[in-house]
């Protein structure tokens, strides 16, 4: 009985893979391949690099990627110090308001982001920020799921380690650095993975804030390029310019899927 439940579990995960890998397939063999007014699932013209170097002179991908690595770059910097900080309040310290500051933290989890879009919107622009690069990372310089993420973590260190480290004369910047920072690795990379993937797909937020190639992303500039004459209504065209914009990501997945996949796992939530 077991081997039939493994065996249906294996079968049953190898189809789902097969769905999941089947749009990325297509997206990759049209990209290389000659443009066809037929559309098929496996390429049927020859293989090519003009897709991807007709989209790249077409429209300012460089600009865009210097963008897009600047927002994800300095926005999980950012969210990597408020964050620990916060983590680090919430699980160590003892103050007034401790459980409902968690409370509220907790519940701009379960809150999408889209719903705080026409309040951020209207705070960037009493703040002249809109067509920013700040006014796009400001509304994501806290984020409540690293900061659960990393007091879950905090809260299973002992404090005998944090005494043990102030008794050498470590003050609290020390102690955090020190102690705290280096056993929440997982957490860290379990919510790198998040951020980075997060802030370089978004689409939406960069949309509405932005109005000039200057602080368009990666993800905006496709928008405009599909809807353009350049694509010519070629999926051709299309697709080249979406590899360019995955590329990225899929390399750095490929490369550390190992430690992904073991960091989301060690990262369990933890009482």
């Known amino acids: ?20 890998i089947a749009p990325l397939f297509w997206l990759v063999g049209t990209a290389f391949t000659k443009p066809s007014f037929k559309m098929t699932f496996l390429p049927n013209t020859a293989f090519t690099l003009d897709n991807l170097k007709y989209v790249w002179n077409a429209i300012p991908f460089g600009r865009y990627y ?3 690595l600047i927002l994800v770059i300095v926005t999980f910097c ?18 007034k308001g401790k459980t409902i500051i968690f409370a509220i933290i907790f519940m701009q989890i379960i809150i999408p982001n889209d719903v705080l879009i026409t309040p951020n919107f209207m705070t960037l622009s009493d703040m002249g ?20 993420l990393l007091r879950q973590h905090f809260k299973t260190i002992p404090k005998a380690l944090a005494e043990a480290a102030k008794i050498d004369g470590a003050n609290t910047w020390q102690t955090i650095w020190k102690v705290y920072m280096p056993t929440a690795k997982p957490a860290y990379m379990s919510f790198a993975v998040i951020s980075i993937s997060y802030h370089w797909n978004n689409y939406l937020w960069p949309l509405i804030v932005t109005n000039s ?12 390029f599909a809807k353009s004459k350049e694509a010519n209504m070629q999926w051709a065209n299309v697709c080249a310019a979406t590899f360019i914009i995955i590329l990225p990501l899929l390399i750095a997945f490929f490369i550390l899927q ?3 996949m073991e960091s989301f796992v060690s990262s369990g939530i933890k009482e």
């Open 66 to 68: 210097i963008n897009t």
């Open 213 to 224: 190639p200057a602080n368009r992303t990666l993800t905006v500039g496709l928008a405009i």
């Open 1 to 20: 009985m077991k081997n039939i439940k493994h065996s249906l579990v294996t079968i049953l995960s190898i189809v789902i893979a097969l769905v999941w």
């Open 258 to 260: 190992r430690q992904f």
């Open 78 to 95: 950012v969210q990597f110090v408020t964050s620990t900080l916060a983590g680090y309040a919430l699980a160590v310290k003892e103050f």
């Open 129 to 148: 920020l809109t067509n920013t690069k700040l006014g796009i990372m400001l509304p994501f310089y806290g984020s409540a799921l690293a900061i659960f």
